[in-house]
Nanobody, 131 residues
Framework: QMQLQESGPGLLKPSQTLSLSCSVS??????????WSWIRQTPGKGLEWMGA???????HYNPSLRSRASISRDTSKNQFTLQLTSVTPEDTAVYYC???????????????????????WGQGTQVTVSS
């Protein structure tokens, strides 16, 4: 049973860079065929898939983020990180890390992912962008 835990600042000002980490226990982020995603949920909206890093280290992003997102990993710490540049109040959301064995890229850029698309989820962390 894998456990994921998000960490990072809860409050940012517009134009700052958001950096969130997801620490993983009960399994390795290099385990074959697992994809490690960042997903957010904004007030009144559904889930939005932001991007993922594969067990290989390859990365994939939602084009809607217009190159503001970057995902990296530290295998020695068994964690992966999201950076989101030039944040605005529209980036206020609960941010989740999650993992699973499928990467439904073409689907997730068109519609919200489902919770059961992923095997394990973190509990989520609130991020607020406000001046």
């Amino acid at each position: 049973q894998m456990q994921l835990q998000e960490s990072g600042p809860g409050l940012l000002k517009p134009s700052q860079t958001l950096s969130l980490s997801c620490s993983v226990s009960g399994g390795s982020i290099t385990t074959n065929y697992y994809y490690w995603s960042w997903i957010r949920q904004t007030p009144g909206k559904g889930l939005e898939w932001m991007g993922a890093i594969a067990y290989t280290g390859n990365t994939h992003y939602n084009p809607s983020l217009r190159s503001r997102a970057s995902i990296s990993r530290d295998t020695s710490k068994n964690q992966f990180t999201l950076q989101l540049t030039s944040v605005t109040p529209e980036d206020t959301a609960v941010y989740y890390c999650a993992t699973g064995l499928t990467l439904l890229l073409r689907l997730w850029v068109l519609q919200a992912p489902r919770r059961d698309d992923f095997k394990f989820w973190g509990q989520g962390t609130q991020v607020t962008v406000s001046s």
